[in-house]
């Protein structure tokens, strides 16, 4: 089935998220005051509209509530960001993405009912500093704000250790999910399961304790 989508706000993360959509055939309907940004990306979408998100009444003439997911993409000008957000809950669009610039702003978002507010510069640059830190860590993803998912390459000290003699619960409270290996991937697995050196595995924990469990293991 055919999602509609509309993106507001063509920056480089509005922008890439443009992109993507019409690679997976997404209808995408993109608005920006810019007129450069809208005509620039204009073979990714279906409809472009130069315009302010914040002008309710455009938002209505062009039956946003008919979007299933609506982006605000929108960067630097918080209160228009804000302001884009607040209208379209008011308006009854169902899902609403927002992209917030820092903490605060990500806080008001969801204070005024954003279904999903997103931190791309700060959740990038929590990923890159682990895997700066660790150079097991191929992947780190933030599954709340107190626990991740880690993508970790096993080096020679696992090499055929069975998950159950490893006792990573026990040892550093974090559990293997799955298992990477050339291109297979062991879901659940057993304990009886030996690691081979180069396995990806895939942990998951709270933030303190894989912290704990990368630098014991580096
Ligand atoms: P990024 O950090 O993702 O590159 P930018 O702040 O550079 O984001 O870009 C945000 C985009 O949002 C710009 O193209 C800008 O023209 C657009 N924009 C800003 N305010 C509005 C608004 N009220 N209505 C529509 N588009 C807007």
Redesign the pocket.
């Known amino acids: 089935m055919k999602k509609e989508v509309a993106v507001?706000?063509?920056?480089?993360?509005?922008?890439?998220i443009v992109m993507e959509l019409s690679e997976m055939n997404a209808d995408v309907l993109v608005?920006?005051?810019?007129e450069a940004?809208v005509n620039e990306y204009q073979e990714y979408y279906s409809e472009g509209i130069i315009?302010?998100?914040?002008?309710e009444a455009m938002l209505k003439s062009i039956g946003i509530n008919n979007y299933d997911n609506v982006i605000v993409?929108?960067?630097?000008?918080i209160q228009?960001?804000i302001?884009?957000t607040l209208i379209l809950k008011d308006l009854g669009v169902q899902k609403v993405t927002a992209?917030a610039?820092n903490t605060y702003h990500g806080k008001v978002l969801e204070k005024i009912g954003a279904d999903i507010v997103v931190h791309?510069?700060r959740d990038m640059g929590r990923r890159i500093a682990h895997r700066l830190v660790s150079s097991s860590v191929v992947e780190y993803l933030e599954v709340s704000s107190s626990h991740s998912i880690v993508e970790y390459s096993a080096n020679e000290r696992f090499e055929n250790k069975r998950i159950n003699d490893l006792n990573l619960s026990d040892k550093f409270g974090i559990s293997i999910i799955a298992i990477k290996r050339d291109n297979d991937i062991i879901v659940s697995p057993d304990g009886q399961i030996s690691i081979l050196t180069g396995d990806i595995l895939i942990l998951i924990g709270s933030d303190e304790q894989l912290n704990h469990f990368e630098s014991t293991m580096e």
Request: proline share 3%; net charge negative.
């Open positions: 507001i706000g063509l920056g480089r993360f509005g922008g890439s608005i920006d005051t810019n940004r315009g302010d998100s914040t002008d993409a929108i960067g630097d000008n228009a960001s302001l884009t992209k610039q791309p510069e």
